[in-house]
């Protein structure tokens, strides 16, 4: 568990991760949001309040042209949630090459969506380096390394 100097701590996994990528592929980040980029929305006072850490990496990953994909399990079919979670972003000031929510006609379980979705992504020439969120399925296959956050930002964990 990391709980001091996230930032730092998430910036040298990552350098070190880029100079060893020999894959030959374009490396990208992968991001879930609720619980990862914000904190989870339960209580209504914590509504949008970022998880700086892990934005302020997204921020650093945007101004070295490290391309950014958002997998998150929000779902697809509820009218205005992709259209509502493109204007957080855009507020979080993130640039992002594509946004996914999950289409449950499409993926069964969550797992299979964020895993196939992170195989789709590295079908398309990328690498996935790096996934990050709160829960196990936003890291694992087609993921490269994973970091846990916990409680909202208070702790990590490479996996
Ligand atoms: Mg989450």
């Keep these: 568990m990391i709980k001091d100097n996230i930032y ?14 020999v894959s030959g592929k374009n490396p990208c980040v992968v991001f879930d949001i609720d619980g990862t980029l914000i904190y989870e929305n339960d209580i209504e006072t914590y509504k949008e309040k970022l998880i700086i850490d ?18 998150t399990a ?4 509820v009218p205005n949630n992709y259209e509502d979670t493109e204007k957080l972003l855009d507020r979080l000031n993130i ?10 006609e499409e993926y069964k ?8 979705t992170r195989k789709n992504i590295e ?16 890291y694992g296959d087609y993921g490269g390394t994973g970091i846990h956050i916990f409680e909202n930002g208070k702790f990590i964990q490479f996996v």
């Design 8 to 21: 730092n701590n998430i910036i040298h996994r990552f350098d070190t991760e880029l100079m060893t990528n």
């Design 54 to 71: 892990i934005c302020k990496f997204a921020y650093y990953l945007n101004s070295n042209n490290i391309p950014i994909f958002i997998v």
């Design 74 to 77: 929000r779902d697809m079919n």
């Design 95 to 104: 640039n992002y090459m594509k946004l996914y929510l999950w289409d449950i």
């Design 109 to 116: 379980t969550v797992v299979d969506f964020k895993s196939l």
């Design 123 to 138: 079908d398309k020439n990328y690498k996935v380096i790096m996934s990050l969120g709160d829960n196990y399925w936003d």
